[in-house]
């Protein structure tokens, strides 16, 4: 592959190529409002861009990003195809200044946009499935009861995985006779509460008793662990949980899925057991309730309708 078909876009100034091509994009469109909505989406793109560790675009880079805007952000699929439309022409205009060959431009063009009308992105896991996951590690060792700490609260109170490695002991708090994660913040800023089951926290606990360590309030639940089973006290990653979650789903022989899937099978399981949906957004912290049925995977159920529940009847006309 040369270097045309797999370039690094930088933006180092004003003037720089990249950013005339930039004020090209943007040049090309209509309205004030689509030229603020491009040069948003095509700044978050070179963010993101500039975080990885390989910097360079092609067809999976696109992919990659198109991924991360679904399951990390969890935007919804108008908003994904969007951000993808800008980085698409984006790169169109860079091929015609000679950063891309037409067989890379080509290639990325047929990255397809995000479904709509209740597609879902990722996927869940069954009850019994989830329990063989829970199964999985060696309660034997300190990696083992961290690691099945770990699968309890992403299976047990649906927790991003970055709000997962920011757990203190300080977040644990009793409120109203439950046990809670408090002050969670998401995505938006948004703060939340999460009650923690109790199944969870008997884990949270084990670990902490095989740990060894004397945690403090403002000491993170999860740490890294060395080899020989000796915990490094220090915090974890979010991609060392996504790695985590990859291990467990081998051993215990279930389909293979991420984090946030076992985010989505928390909500799902909630909602089959009986979940309110309200209740379901607030404790995954969602802004709309749309998110959350998309999490759900709600349909119309005709034998089992909202209809139904109102306890509402209009009188006869022989009624008295």
Known sequence: MSDQENAIIIVESDDSPMQMIIDAVLDDLGSDTSRRVYQQSIDQFLNWLGDRT??????????????????????????VNRHLSAVKK????????????????????????????????????????????????????????????????????GLRRQELVSLTYNHMQARDGHWTFVDLIGKGGRVRTVKIPPWCKRSIEYWTEMSGRNPGPEDHIFVSIKKGDKVAGKSMTAQAIYYLVEEYCDRAGVPPVTPHDLRRTFAKLARRGGAQLEQLQLT?????????????????????????????????????
């Not at 067989?103 to 869940?124: D, E, F, P, S, Y």
């Open 54 to 79: 390989n910097p360079r675009v092609n067809k999976g880079t696109v992919a990659a990003y198109k991924r991360y805007l679904e399951e990390e952000r969890e935007l919804a699929p108008a908003t």
């Open 90 to 157: 984006l790169i169109s205009e860079a091929t015609d200044h000679g950063m891309f060959d037409e067989t890379m431009l080509a290639a990325i063009k047929r990255v397809k946009g995000a479904k709509q009308k209740g597609q879902r992105a990722g996927n869940w896991l069954t009850r019994d499935q989830t329990m063989r996951l829970l199964q999985a590690p060696d309660l034997s060792t300190r990696k083992g009861a961290r690691d099945q700490a770990i699968l309890a609260v992403l299976t047990g109170c």
């Open 284 to 320: 995954l912290g969602h802004a709309s309730v749309q998110t959350t049925e998309r999490y759900v995977g709600a349909t119309l159920d005709l034998d089992d309708n909202a209809v139904d529940y109102t306890g509402l009847r209009a009188p006869r006309p022989d009624d008295d």
